[in-house]
Nanobody, 123 residues
């Protein structure tokens, strides 16, 4: 069993930055790829970024490439999502989730989910 808790959401103006954190707990937490997804009101949940269990591989949605950076610290069992140059269209609830592989994160195939954290970008 893996538990995931997100933090760091909030309200920011367009062009600003936020750093989201996902704290993972559980005996096997370090063996999972971790991904971030988001869901805006009235829209389907979409993939944002993911990092492999080792931290050596990452993948991003085209909409956030060059603006968002995902990283993980396995010693602390945390995964961060640094979000720069935020746009109003980035407004959503952001979820971190654990998956068996990096490939599965892009397919939306996850074993465990966090509760989500709200990110609001004002224009």
């Amino acid at each position: 069993q893996v538990q995931l808790v997100e933090s760091g959401g909030g309200l920011v103006q367009a062009g600003g930055s936020l750093r989201l954190s996902c704290a993972a707990s559980g005996r096997t937490a370090g063996s999972y790829a971790i991904g971030w997804s988001r869901q805006a009101p009235g829209k389907e949940r979409e993939f944002v970024a993911a990092v492999s269990w080792s931290g050596g591989s990452t993948t991003y949605a085209d909409s956030v490439k060059g603006r968002f950076t995902i990283s993980r610290d396995n010693a602390k069992n945390t995964v961060q999502l640094q979000m720069n140059s935020l746009k109003p269209e980035d407004t959503a609830v952001y979820y971190c989730a654990a998956s068996g592989s990096l490939r599965d994160t892009q397919r939306g195939l996850y074993d465990y989910w966090g509760q989500g954290t709200q990110v609001t970008v004002s224009s």
